[in-house]
């Protein structure tokens, strides 16, 4: 009669132990999974921002991108992600003059300009004028 009341409290015993671990181990899972879906978010707005290379126009870029707040340039301007403000390119500029442009070209900003460099993407918070 001892033997089976030994073994039944090793057995609670056991199975009380075990519950936080298992509790654990599932939470752990569901932080896997968001983690997951965070990384492959990530890795998307990286392929899309990946995308915009030297040569290309302004107009070329604004599909994804937009200008922030900040002192800027028609050669020079800080843009953000469309999805995520935080996400930030500083992206420079070779100008193409236009016909009415009357001496003001530096000023006003073309779509047709040519993108000369691009940085990397980076974090930041927003930037409010």
Not at 24 to 35: F, L, N, T, V
Not at 70 to 92: A, N
Request: net charge negative; charged share 25%; with cysteine.
């Amino acid at each position: 009669m001892w033997k089976p009341a030994c073994v039944l409290m090793v057995v609670l015993v056991t199975a009380v132990a075990g519950f936080p671990a298992q509790e654990a181990a599932i939470e752990a899972h569901g932080r896997s999974q968001i983690d997951q879906e965070h990384t492959k978010w990530i890795d998307h707005v990286m392929r899309t921002i990946s995308t915009i290379k030297p040569g290309m126009t302004r107009k070329d870029l604004l599909g994804m991108l937009t200008g922030e707040g900040g002192i800027s340039t028609r050669t020079q301007r800080r843009y953000v992600y469309k999805h995520c403000p935080y996400i930030k390119l500083d992206v420079e500029f070779s100008p193409t003059e236009q016909p009415d442009d009357a001496g003001q070209a530096e000023y006003y900003e073309s779509p047709d300009d040519k993108i000369v460099k691009i940085s990397r993407p980076y974090l930041e918070y927003s930037i409010m004028d």
